[in-house]
């Protein structure tokens, strides 16, 4: 029998677990391609992930040991899309998996909000990330206040990282251009908007403890009211009834309000809000409205996957339609390509591992064979279609020169901050 060659497009944290759940669970002939369009694997653990919280990247460790396996291949700079569809992935691997994430930023859709000044949390976190595609980034920090938007765990990222004394940041693996612009940064007062009652909010418990322990920062709390019980709440009551320092930085959590324009002429100066009560288990507008003056709006609202030529797509969900992460045999999906974006990274561990069963089901039956392809003949097509493919070895040379550059200001790591320089240290200029 041949060995069974799969593609497993995305290197973010569903490839990753999804190459290891392969590994383990088909184990002997068997070959995995781990395809990434950048030549840096881990997604969002890499330019997701605020840098302030390390201990959530250091899984990328877990990550390296299954990109060291022999039967696992990584190949950067490679993109399924026009240019490599998915009947080109199919005729090169027995079966390939999608775990290409949701790319795309939500904002609300509200007048201004194409205003400069007004942004998604993702631009934010490609910015304090080093995330190639912000290289040109240059955000106005030369504001008084900023308001962001939302109320998950991404809102509460974007809220620590503008509001946090960026001395703080200087011994992480934050993007040089974020650091120096966050150093100059004239915020004082940063508010987030969550659109029902403290209750409901989407952050997590731990996240919203943490802004109580931001030095030099005062939380205030603004909702109609904070009764009711758990964890979050009493947290919320207790920031609530701390005394502040007129010397702070603050950070405001609003709750019941809802934006509804980005005010400004040539670029942001406020956001029009409105007020929410809850009526039949919904919260709706009211008619009072209200104009925070800001010069930077921050959209941490959601994303949403992208489709992927040759594939269905579910447009209203923003993923890719499956069954227990099967697409068609031959054809799954994993991560948040399959199950929308929600969960944090080691949700996709499990997400993995189902996907991984209906692979196993479909070699059980039949619906899917290994048809002999050639490791080199695939890597040869690859290559042509993609000139700035690069490789395991490519990603370690990045990985030591970013490590090697952080060891004299003891920082984890020092990113290049352009996909020319992540080429040129990876050796392939
Ligand atoms: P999320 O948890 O789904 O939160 C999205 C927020 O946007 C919700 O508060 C939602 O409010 C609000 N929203 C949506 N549309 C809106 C609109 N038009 N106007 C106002 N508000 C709107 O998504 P996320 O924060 O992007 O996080 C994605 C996933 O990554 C989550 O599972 C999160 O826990 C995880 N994550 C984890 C960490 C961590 O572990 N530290 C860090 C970052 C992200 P409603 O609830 O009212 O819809």
Same mark, same amino acid.
Request: hydrophobic share 40%.
């Given at each position: 029998?041949?060995?069974?060659?799969?593609?497993?497009?995305?290197a973010?944290?569903?490839?990753?677990?999804?190459?290891?759940?392969?590994?383990?669970?088909?184990?002997?002939?068997?070959?995995?391609?781990?395809?990434?369009?950048?030549?840096?694997?881990?997604?969002?653990?890499?330019?997701?992930?605020?840098p302030?919280?390390?201990?959530?990247?250091?899984?990328?460790?877990?990550?390296?040991?299954?990109?060291?396996?022999?039967?696992?291949?990584?190949?950067?700079?490679?993109?399924?899309?026009?240019?490599?569809?998915?009947?080109?992935?199919?005729?090169?691997?027995?079966?390939?998996?999608?775990?290409?994430?949701?790319?795309?930023?939500?904002?609300?859709?509200?007048?201004?909000?194409?205003?400069?000044?007004?942004?998604?949390?993702?631009?934010?976190?490609?910015?304090?990330n080093?995330?190639?595609?912000?290289?040109?980034?240059?955000?106005?920090?030369?504001?008084? +206040?900023?308001?962001?938007?939302?109320?998950?765990?991404?809102?509460?990222?974007?809220?620590?990282?503008?509001?946090?004394d960026?001395? +703080?940041?200087?011994?992480?693996?934050?993007?040089?251009?974020?650091?120096?612009?966050?150093?100059?940064?004239?915020?004082?007062?940063?508010?987030?908007?969550?659109?029902r009652?403290?209750?409901?909010?989407?952050?997590?418990?731990?996240?919203? +403890?943490?802004?109580?322990?931001?030095?030099?920062?005062?939380?205030?709390?603004?909702?109609?009211?904070?009764?009711?019980?758990?964890?979050?709440?009493d947290?919320?009551?207790?920031?609530?009834?701390?005394?502040?320092?007129?010397?702070?930085?603050?950070?405001?959590?609003?709750? +019941?309000?809802?934006?509804?324009?980005?005010?400004?002429?040539?670029?942001?100066?406020?956001?029009d809000?409105?007020?929410?009560?809850?009526?039949?288990?919904?919260?709706?507008?009211?008619?009072?409205?209200?104009?925070?003056?800001?010069?930077?709006?921050?959209?941490?609202?959601?994303?949403?996957?992208?489709?992927?030529?040759?594939?269905?797509?579910?447009?209203?969900?923003?993923?890719i339609?499956?069954?227990?992460?099967r697409?068609?045999?031959?054809?799954?999906?994993?991560?948040?390509?399959?199950?929308?974006?929600?969960?944090?990274?080691?949700?996709?561990?499990?997400?993995?591992?189902?996907?991984v069963?209906?692979?196993?089901?479909d070699?059980?039956?039949?619906?899917?064979?290994?048809?002999?392809?050639?490791?080199?003949?695939?890597?040869?097509?690859?290559?042509?279609r993609?000139?700035?493919?690069?490789?395991?070895e490519?990603?370690?040379?990045?990985?030591?020169?970013?490590?090697?550059?952080?060891?004299?200001?003891?920082?984890?790591?020092?990113?290049?901050?352009t996909?020319?320089?992540?080429?040129?240290?990876?050796?392939?200029?």
């Amino acid at each position: 029998m041949s060995t069974l060659r799969l593609a497993v497009v995305g290197a973010g944290p569903a490839g990753a677990y999804t190459t290891a759940a392969l590994l383990a669970q088909l184990g002997g002939d068997l070959e995995v391609d781990l395809l990434d369009r950048l030549p840096t694997p881990w997604g969002l653990v890499r330019s997701g992930v605020a840098p302030d919280h390390p201990q959530i990247r250091t899984v990328s460790r877990v990550f390296e040991r299954t990109l060291d396996h022999p039967a696992v291949r990584f190949l950067g700079g490679v993109e399924a899309g026009p240019l490599l569809t998915h009947d080109d992935l199919r005729e090169h691997y027995d079966a390939v998996v999608y775990a290409t994430g949701a790319p795309s930023d939500r904002q609300p859709d509200i007048p201004g909000v194409e205003l400069p000044g007004s942004i998604t949390a993702g631009r934010l976190a490609r910015w304090y990330n080093a995330h190639p595609a912000a290289a040109d980034e240059r955000l106005d920090l030369d504001v008084d +206040q900023a308001v962001v938007v939302g109320n998950g765990n991404v809102a509460l990222d974007c809220a620590r990282i503008l509001v946090r004394d960026p001395v +703080q940041l200087q011994s992480t693996d934050i993007a040089d251009p974020a650091l120096s612009a966050l150093a100059g940064s004239r915020i004082r007062h940063v508010v987030v908007l969550g659109r029902r009652a403290p209750a409901h909010a989407a952050f997590t418990h731990a996240e919203l +403890q943490e802004l109580g322990r931001l030095p030099g920062v005062d939380v205030t709390i603004d909702a109609p009211s904070l009764d009711g019980t758990g964890p979050s709440l009493d947290t919320l009551r207790a920031l609530a009834n701390r005394p502040g320092s007129p010397h702070n930085r603050r950070l405001t959590l609003r709750f +019941q309000v809802a934006p509804v324009a980005v005010r400004g002429d040539a670029r942001v100066d406020a956001l029009d809000i409105v007020h929410t009560e809850l009526r039949d288990g919904q919260f709706h507008p009211t008619d009072r409205t209200e104009r925070l003056d800001c010069g930077l709006v921050v959209h941490a609202v959601g994303f949403r996957g992208r489709p992927i030529p040759g594939l269905p797509f579910d447009d209203r969900l923003g993923r890719i339609p499956h069954t227990a992460g099967r697409v068609a045999p031959g054809t799954y999906v994993a991560g948040w390509a399959k199950r929308g974006p929600a969960g944090v990274v080691g949700s996709n561990k499990r997400c993995a591992v189902e996907t991984v069963a209906a692979v196993l089901e479909d070699l059980r039956t039949g619906n899917l064979r290994a048809h002999g392809h050639d490791r080199e003949v695939t890597l040869a097509f690859l290559r042509d279609r993609n000139p700035y493919l690069t490789t395991r070895e490519g990603w370690r040379r990045i990985d030591a020169a970013e490590v090697a550059a952080g060891v004299s200001t003891g920082r984890p790591r020092v990113r290049f901050p352009t996909l020319s320089g992540l080429l040129a240290a990876a050796g392939r200029y």
